[in-house]
């Protein structure tokens, strides 16, 4: 076993389920309640999706959350008309970067459900942003133009857009959460958070990296398997946020994580192919709707934090402690009126898991330096233009 297996082991046996999520301002973990970790571990386990979508529809007719959704092509749209079926959302306004969904989002703007859709173009950003709760950065292009593109071309290709509108989130709503779905997440996570912790606006707990595409798809392929309703099913994930660096746990698959050695070797090649069958998809087909429901998914969990709803976790890609040797991680997080209330950390997972996770902790890196170091590049030009 490697030095680095060792520790992965090591830390899994040490911090369990409990948080290692250091808070801004303060070098030190705060002191664990074990019966608290206990009951949030519990209810994880124990609630169903479609426990949680109940409980979110009960109770929330005082909800005031305003979500505000920029991106282009038709994965925004299919987002704002998911939300719209639910009530804890009290506004959608979606920022067309690319002038194109006008017409379809007015016919959406009739169904007969509470919260309403608000269509602004590019040049109108100023207005959509202002007191919004969510902010849900999306592709300034449907997934299906980038699909199979590297990581590198992608983040090359979106960092100038990624930048430039993270730079009007600080303007108009700096206290909003701000979900970052712009691929590659690993990276563009990383540049949304370096450019909001250099203007002294930074809080971690509201900046989340969305891996929901990676994880609708590997739940959907175990039920298909275990002949179970996705519903029902909870896989988590942990490492990075893109097919290359996040790692499904199937050991700790809920309510069953027993696999032969072909279910998982198939659940990790239909896995690692999301990526590209994004890529082949034409727009408006299936790739872009199931990234819709995938987003509303998160930005329903993160409103029902913020209105206070008990137990909601969900898996992330965040500034994390969990591990020292990643800045950023994916893992399930509890959320809260704060955005992230507790990182719940690595559980205890096999020897193939803590393997995979090893062999993604260099891309990590690798992006999220690549991501921090644009940022700063671009800083030193304005300083000497």
């Given at each position: 076993?490697?030095?680095?297996?060792?520790?992965?082991?090591?830390?899994?046996?040490?911090?369990?389920?409990?948080?290692?999520?250091?808070?801004?301002?303060?070098?030190?973990?705060?002191?664990?309640?074990?019966?608290?970790?206990?009951?949030?571990?519990?209810?994880?386990?124990?609630?169903?999706?479609?426990?949680?979508?109940?409980?979110?529809?009960?109770?929330?007719?005082?909800?005031?959350?305003?979500?505000?959704?920029?991106?282009?092509?038709?994965?925004?749209?299919?987002?704002?008309?998911?939300?719209?079926?639910?009530?804890?959302?009290?506004?959608?306004?979606?920022?067309?970067?690319?002038?194109?969904?006008?017409?379809?989002?007015?016919?959406?703007?009739?169904?007969?459900?509470?919260?309403?859709?608000?269509?602004?173009?590019?040049?109108?950003?100023?207005?959509?942003?202002?007191?919004?709760?969510?902010?849900?950065?999306?592709?300034?292009?449907?997934?299906?133009?980038?699909?199979?593109?590297?990581?590198?071309?992608?983040?090359?290709?979106?960092?100038?857009?990624?930048?430039?509108?993270?730079?009007?989130?600080?303007?108009?709503?700096?206290?909003?959460?701000?979900?970052?779905?712009?691929?590659?997440?690993?990276?563009?996570?990383?540049?949304?958070?370096?450019?909001?912790?250099?203007?002294?606006?930074?809080?971690?707990?509201?900046?989340?990296?969305?891996?929901?595409?990676?994880?609708?798809?590997?739940?959907e392929v175990t039920a298909a398997i275990l002949n179970l309703e996705r519903a029902s099913?909870?896989?988590?994930?942990?490492?990075?946020?893109?097919?290359?660096?996040?790692?499904?746990?199937?050991?700790?698959?809920?309510?069953?994580?027993?696999?032969?050695?072909?279910?998982?070797?198939?659940?990790?090649?239909?896995?690692?192919?999301?990526?590209?069958?994004?890529?082949?998809?034409?727009?408006?087909?299936?790739?872009?709707?199931?990234?819709?429901?995938?987003?509303?998914?998160?930005?329903?969990?993160?409103?029902?934090?913020?209105?206070?709803?008990?137990?909601?976790?969900?898996?992330?890609?965040?500034?994390?402690?969990?591990?020292?040797?990643?800045?950023?991680?994916?893992?399930?997080?509890?959320?809260?009126?704060?955005?992230?209330?507790?990182?719940?950390?690595?559980?205890?997972?096999?020897?193939?898991?803590?393997?995979?996770?090893?062999?993604?902790?260099?891309?990590?890196?690798?992006?999220?330096?690549?991501?921090?170091?644009?940022?700063?590049?671009?800083?030193t030009r304005a300083r000497t233009r």
């Amino acid at each position: 076993m490697t030095v680095l297996s060792r520790l992965f082991l090591d830390l899994s046996r040490r911090y369990g389920r409990c948080s290692v999520f250091a808070r801004r301002g303060s070098s030190k973990v705060p002191p664990i309640d074990e019966r608290k970790v206990q009951r949030v571990e519990k209810s994880a386990k124990g609630s169903t999706r479609r426990e949680k979508d109940e409980n979110t529809q009960r109770g929330d007719e005082a909800s005031d959350v305003r979500v505000c959704i920029i991106g282009g092509g038709v994965t925004p749209l299919y987002t704002a008309i998911l939300l719209k079926q639910y009530r804890i959302i009290k506004s959608i306004r979606l920022v067309d970067m690319r002038d194109s969904t006008s017409e379809a989002l007015t016919d959406a703007s009739h169904l007969e459900t509470s919260p309403r859709i608000d269509y602004f173009r590019k040049k109108d950003i100023k207005r959509a942003l202002r007191e919004a709760n969510i902010v849900a950065l999306m592709d300034e292009t449907d997934v299906g133009a980038a699909g199979n593109a590297a990581t590198r071309e992608q983040f090359k290709s979106t960092a100038d857009y990624v930048r430039q509108t993270t730079d009007r989130i600080l303007r108009f709503c700096p206290d909003a959460v701000v979900a970052v779905f712009a691929r590659p997440v690993t990276a563009t996570l990383a540049m949304v958070s370096e450019i909001f912790r250099s203007s002294g606006w930074w809080n971690p707990d509201r900046i989340v990296g969305s891996t929901a595409m990676y994880g609708g798809r590997i739940e959907e392929v175990t039920a298909a398997i275990l002949n179970l309703e996705r519903a029902s099913l909870s896989v988590p994930l942990a490492g990075g946020a893109d097919a290359r660096t996040v790692v499904p746990l199937l050991s700790r698959t809920v309510p069953f994580n027993q696999f032969t050695k072909v279910q998982r070797k198939t659940l990790l090649q239909s896995f690692r192919a999301v990526d590209e069958e994004a890529g082949t998809g034409l727009p408006g087909e299936g790739p872009s709707l199931s990234s819709g429901t995938a987003a509303a998914k998160l930005l329903i969990d993160l409103a029902a934090g913020l209105t206070g709803h008990d137990h909601v976790v969900t898996c992330a890609y965040v500034r994390s402690d969990v591990l020292p040797l990643c800045r950023f991680f994916t893992s399930e997080l509890e959320l809260g009126p704060g955005g992230v209330k507790r990182n719940l950390g690595l559980p205890k997972i096999s020897a193939g898991e803590v393997l995979l996770i090893e062999q993604a902790i260099p891309l990590i890196n690798e992006h999220v330096d690549m991501a921090i170091a644009a940022v700063r590049t671009e800083k030193t030009r304005a300083r000497t233009r």
